[in-house]
């Protein structure tokens, strides 16, 4: 499963508005926003620290064992 997806799946990441947000969930793991500009669009883009880091590497390889079971 992709990584956007596990973040979804487990209340990271919210994806109502059409972006993929973050959830006070996700917020509180370290999942914050900074508004960009590209092409004259801005968008809010997914900022990830350390400790969001390790909570990714965690959800990937918990699902990479569950697939393997």
Do not use: W
């Amino acid at each position: 499963m992709a990584l956007n997806k596990l973040l979804l799946v487990n209340g990271y990441l919210d994806d109502a508005s059409g972006d993929k947000l973050p959830t006070a969930q996700g917020t509180a793991a370290g999942i914050t926003t900074q508004r960009r500009n590209a092409r004259g669009r801005d968008y809010d883009q997914c900022i990830f620290d350390a400790q969001a880091q390790r909570l990714c590497a965690k959800l990937f390889l918990h699902e990479m064992f569950q697939q393997d079971a």
